[in-house]
């Protein structure tokens, strides 16, 4: 009962941090004149020096760990200072529908990807068809969105915009994956989180003196950027690596495909993007992902509990 409770707990966080991520499209949309690169790097920034500050007794007790995963560490910091730059950037470029929903598709396959080459786990039965409907799903989102004009001259850019968001999926999956590494050999879940976090700040905070000239330019402005970061990215991923304790990183990132269902909800209502039939089809078929993905889950920890015994004993 106890070990069931607390896989509850782990998926009903990484929903909830879905959720939040799922409205920083359309909150990022109201601010006017912001370079997406600025908003990428100063939610992300920010966000990480949060961390860092309320995390700084776990990071003290656990530095030497890290430290001596130096590399894994690096891979991760880098992958989490890339991830917001794709992100915001295919949003701007593809729409915030779309550029939610790429990243979010792609972010499982590499995270099975690289559990299977790095850590030799198979690909479960129950997976693959949660990751089949997901996929699905996505596409016909991605298909079912109704251009609000002839967007033919803006193929080019709307195809940058999901190359982009792949990129920003690879990102997203390679520091799940190393906070879930470190997790497993016995680091905090909020030293890992914050350390990476912490990393990536370091990398692009200073870019803010090239783009971020118009982040506080007016009140609406001010209040984007600071609820972007606080919110979203620094709630939203403590949330996010206290799932990551009890469940894989595969699971984790197919449970997050509810925040382009979120994303896709907040950008009809407030921001006007329309979709056809196959649309709102895409939409129920990453519902059933979760569904799926969300049953059978005390025989699933039991497994994930057993794999973590052999790792320490």
Request: proline share 3%; glycine share 8%; hydrophobic share 55%.
């Amino acid at each position: 009962m106890f070990v069931e409770s607390k896989m509850i707990k782990g998926t009903l966080a990484i929903v909830i941090a879905s959720f939040l991520w799922g409205t920083t499209g359309t909150v990022a949309s109201f601010s006017s004149d912001v370079s997406p690169l600025a908003i990428g790097a100063f939610a992300m920034g920010v966000g990480g020096v949060l961390m860092v500050l309320t995390n700084i007794r776990s990071l003290l007790a656990n530095y030497r760990q890290l430290i001596k995963r130096k590399g894994l560490f690096a891979a991760g910091a880098l992958s989490v200072a890339i991830y917001p730059l794709a992100f915001y950037s295919a949003m701007h470029l593809s729409g915030v529908a779309i550029g939610t929903i790429v990243p979010i598709a792609t972010a499982p396959m590499f995270a099975a990807l690289l559990e299977r080459l790095f850590n030799q786990k198979s690909i479960s039965r129950k997976w693959g068809v949660s990751f089949t409907f997901g996929v699905i799903g996505v596409i016909l989102l991605t298909h079912g969105k109704k251009p609000a004009f002839d967007d033919t001259s803006n193929l080019f850019l709307n195809s940058i915009g999901i190359v982009l968001g792949c990129i920003a999926g690879l990102t997203y999956a390679c520091y799940s994956w190393v906070a879930k590494s470190f997790i497993t050999k016995g680091i905090d879940s909020k030293a890992a989180m914050s350390g990476l976090f912490g990393g990536a700040a370091i990398l692009l905070l200073p870019s803010l003196f090239f783009t971020g000239e118009n982040l506080f330019l007016n009140i609406t402005n001010s209040v984007v950027s600071l609820y972007m970061a606080i919110i979203p990215m620094f709630l939203g991923y403590l949330l996010f690596a206290y799932g990551l304790t009890f469940i894989e990183t595969s699971n984790a990132t197919l449970i997050t495909l509810l925040e382009p269902l979120i994303a896709t909800i907040l950008a009809v209502l407030l921001l006007g993007e329309s979709f056809k039939l196959m649309g709102w089809m895409g939409a129920l078929l990453v519902l059933l992902c979760l569904v799926i993905q969300s049953i059978n889950l005390p025989k699933i920890n039991t497994s994930l509990s057993d794999n973590n015994n052999q790792l320490t004993s």
